[in-house]
């Protein structure tokens, strides 16, 4: 299976190990990422002003880019998805909005082009049972905790990904790849966003209160999907190791190997 | 209410899609924002400030910059208010004016290190500035 690929700024410099081990294990699991041609970046972070048209074009442009070849969209930045599923939603509820955006565009765009953040691919297109047939270094029980940050969930209205109180996803495919996953209450708290670039007092507090909860649990190490998660849990509160998902999940499948190499 | 904040109030419950007379004061909002002791306004004061029209203080308040964008009050505000939404629209009224970007270009290098991601950089220039 195919589907149409968004990387996102972020991924093609400082997160390089969130996209390559996100490639080599889909390939592991039957589904090739087939990067958007000439993308451009989604900003980081969604204008929820419904008078902002210019500053979602972008996520437009890679919304119809999947639409022609007939495929889902699927990124593995939670900022990315965050923008182009809110974007798309938009474009789907919002006709004044629409309207604006397809002024500057030669095809209308209806907002009918599936979005999917690499968990939900992960969990819906190829099932967390194939997952565990695929893994060759299972965990072996190691207390992992996952981190999701505002973006993935919120607005649940919107995003649609879990239950945005109580989320599995994650935990589920920490389970499947042999890990116990830890269940602690900061899971789906901010840690301090880009508030960091002005305020790092105020990002090291939001962080700090993220990463000993996770240690107070047991944790060994924490995933994320979120390059501004990891730096600010990484920089402001060192409690805990820090991986991308993807990364662990390339450790279970057997893929990891030097992601720059 | 002076007329200048009588029609920055309507343009700012325009762009937001927001009415904030929905809104009970149960501060459940204020309660659940990570940036609420950052923040001089607190969420759901911004939601009452704006339904009495008294917007000058808003736009001049440090507030504005604070606001993670984490929408824990969208999703947890029990009458659907959308707080998040109405900070959104009171800073982009101030840096969408002439010169009033909050993050300019050459504040950039002093903030930097080594392991920053593009990301964090893209999105404080989205929230704070035009
Ligand atoms: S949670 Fe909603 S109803 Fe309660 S004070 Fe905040 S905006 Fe008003
Ligand atoms: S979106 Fe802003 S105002 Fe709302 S809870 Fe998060 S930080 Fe607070």
Redesign the interface.
């Known amino acids: 299976m195919k589907v149409s690929y968004f990387p ?3 991924l093609k ?3 390089k190990q969130l996209d390559v081990y996100a490639r080599r294990c889909a390939e592991v699991l039957g589904i090739t990422l087939e990067e958007i041609e000439a993308w451009q ?1 989604c ?10 048209v210019a ?1 979602k074009l972008s996520s437009v442009r890679a919304l119809q880019a999947a639409q022609e070849k007939d495929q889902a969209l699927v990124t593995v ?1 939670s ?1 990315c998805h965050n923008v182009i599923k809110q974007t798309n939603h938009a474009m789907q509820t919002n006709a004044s909005f629409a309207d604006k955006v397809n002024r500057y565009n030669d095809t209308p765009y209806d907002g009918s082009t599936a979005v999917y953040h690499y968990l939900e691919m992960l969990r819906d297109l190829v099932g967390v049972d194939k997952i565990k047939e695929k893994v060759v270094n299972p965990l072996k029980g190691e207390k992992i905790a996952a981190y999701y940050g ?1 973006l993935l ?5 919107v995003m649609r990904m879990d239950d ?1 109180e109580n989320p599995s996803i994650m935990e589920d495919i920490i389970r499947a790849i042999g890990g116990t996953p830890v269940i602690y209450p900061y899971r789906n ?2 840690c ?8 790092p007092e ?1 990002a090291k507090k ?1 962080s700090n209160a993220v990463t000993e909860s996770a240690a107070s649990f047991g944790a060994s190490r924490m995933v994320t999907a ?3 998660c ?2 600010n849990l ?2 402001n509160a060192p409690a805990v190791p820090v991986v991308y998902f993807t990364e662990l999940l390339a450790e279970a499948l057997g893929v990891k190997e030097d992601a720059n190499a | 209410m002076h007329n200048s904040n009588k029609k920055l109030q309507q343009e700012i419950i ?4 927001v009415n904030p007379k929905k809104c009970m004061r149960c501060g459940k909002c204020t309660a659940t924002c ?2 609420f002791d ?1 923040m001089e306004y607190h969420p759901h004061q911004f939601v009452a400030m704006v339904e009495d029209g008294d917007i000058e203080p808003l736009l001049k308040s440090e507030s504005l ?2 606001c ?5 009050c ?2 947890r505000c029990p009458r659907n208010v ?1 707080p ?2 109405l900070v ?2 009171v800073r ?1 009224t101030v840096i969408r004016q002439k010169d009033a970007n909050h ?1 300019k270009a050459d504040d950039i290098p002093a ?1 930097l ?1 080594e ?10 220039f ?3 500035a035009k």
């Open positions: 996102g700024c972020t410099n400082k997160a970046c900003g980081g972070v969604f204008t929820t002003a419904n008078d902002e500053t930045c900022a505002c969930l919120r607005p649940n209205s945005p708290e901010c301090g966003g880009y508030v960091v670039m002005e305020s105020f939001k979120c390059p501004l990891k730096y990484e920089k | 325009r762009i937001s899609g990570p940036a950052e910059y604070r993670l964008t984490c929408f824990a969208v999703d959308e998040a939404k959104e629209a982009l993050l903030m290190d392991d920053i991601p593009q990301q964090a950089l893209v999105s404080a989205r929230k704070y």
